[in-house]
C-alpha cells in the first residue's frame, strides 16, 4: 500500500493520530520536500515519528517516482507531505503512477492553507482561483497570477496567493534557500486591503490586513507566507479584519458599495 499522509501546517505533533500509526509501521517513509515546509526540520520530525525519513525533492517525485514506489505492492510505504496531500498537482502524479502499476493507495487528509486561510476571518465561500507568485529569474518572469487577481476581483471574489519557497532541498545544484515574504508581493494597486499572513498554523502565525501600500513595509516575520486579495467584503469580514489592523483608523480605503458590501 501507498500512503499518502498530510502532516497539517504547524510542527511534529500536527500529525493525526491515524497518520502517525500508519508512518510508524511502513517500512519506508518519504518528506517531500519541495511544495511547503513546517516550522521545524527534518530532524524533530524523525524524533517524534521514531522513524527514519527519507527526503524528497521534485527531481524525485517527478522524474524517479518508480524508486517511491518499488516494493509498495507487498510492503507499506509512507509518503508525507506538509499540509494535506492533494495540494500540489505532482501528487495526484504520484497517484496515477501506483494505479498504473497495481499499487494501492490510500489518502491521510490534515488542515491545508486552503482551508487554514479562513484564520483571517474571510469566508472561505467568497474565494475565486488560488494563484502563486514566484521569484522572477533573468529569463523567467511569469505575469499570470496578475490576470488571474484581476479577474477574481471582477467577479468580487478574494484570492490567496500562495508566495515562492525556494528551499532547494537535496538540489543537484544548490540554491541559498529563499522565501518570498508578503511585502515581496505587493500588486495591484496601493489602496487594496489586502491580508499578509505568516506560519499559518503555527503558535507564533501572524495575520496583518490593510493596504498594500502598509502590507510592503510590514514585517511578518520567518516562512511561510501567504497574502490575500481581497474582493468584496461582507461587514462581518470587515469587522474580522479590523482584529488585525494596525490601529483603530485601519482599512480607511474601503468604500460602501450597495448599502452593506464593501470594496477597495
Not at 509501521?25 to 513546517?38: G, K, N
Not at 490575500?228 to 468604500?255: A, C, K, N, W
Request: aromatic fraction near 6%.
Amino acid at each position: 500500500m501507498l500512503y499518502l499522509i498530510g502532516l497539517g501546517l504547524g510542527d511534529a505533533t500536527d500529525i493525526t493520530v491515524k497518520g502517525l500509526e500508519i508512518v510508524r509501521r511502513c517500512s519506508r517513509v518519504y518528506l517531500e520536500a519541495y511544495t511547503s515546509m513546517l516550522t521545524v526540520g527534518k530532524g524533530a520530525l524523525e524524533e517524534f515519528y521514531g522513524r527514519e525519513l527519507l527526503l524528497a525533492d521534485r527531481d524525485m517525485v517527478e522524474q524517479e517516482a518508480d524508486g517511491i514506489l518499488k516494493d509498495a505492492d507487498v510492503s507499506d510505504v509512507a509518503f508525507l507531505v506538509v499540509g494535506d496531500p492533494f495540494g500540489a498537482t505532482t501528487h495526484s502524479d504520484l497517484v496515477l503512477r501506483a494505479v498504473t502499476a497495481g499499487i494501492e493507495y490510500r489518502v491521510v487528509h490534515n488542515a491545508s492553507i486552503m482551508s487554514a486561510v479562513g484564520c483571517c476571518g474571510l469566508q472561505l465561500y467568497n474565494f475565486g482561483e488560488t494563484v502563486s507568485i514566484v521569484f522572477w529569474t533573468d529569463t523567467w518572469k511569469p505575469e499570470s497570477f496578475y490576470d488571474k487577481i484581476k479577474r477574481n476581483r471582477d467577479m468580487g471574489m478574494h484570492t490567496l496567493c500562495l508566495l515562492d519557497l525556494l528551499a532547494h532541498v537535496c538540489r543537484k545544484i544548490f540554491e541559498p534557500a529563499r522565501y518570498m515574504s508578503a511585502a515581496q508581493a505587493a500588486a495591484v494597486t496601493e489602496d487594496t486591503v489586502c491580508v499578509g499572513l505568516a506560519r499559518v498554523g503555527a503558535e507564533d502565525q501572524a495575520i496583518r490586513a490593510g493596504t498594500l501600500r502598509e502590507l510592503a513595509s510590514c514585517d511578518l516575520g520567518g516562512p511561510l507566507h501567504s497574502v490575500i486579495v481581497t474582493g468584496h467584503l461582507h461587514p462581518l469580514e470587515v469587522d474580522m479584519l479590523r482584529l488585525f489592523t494596525s490601529g483603530p483608523s485601519g482599512l480607511q480605503s474601503l468604500r460602501t458599495m450597495d448599502g452593506s458590501t464593501c470594496v477597495s
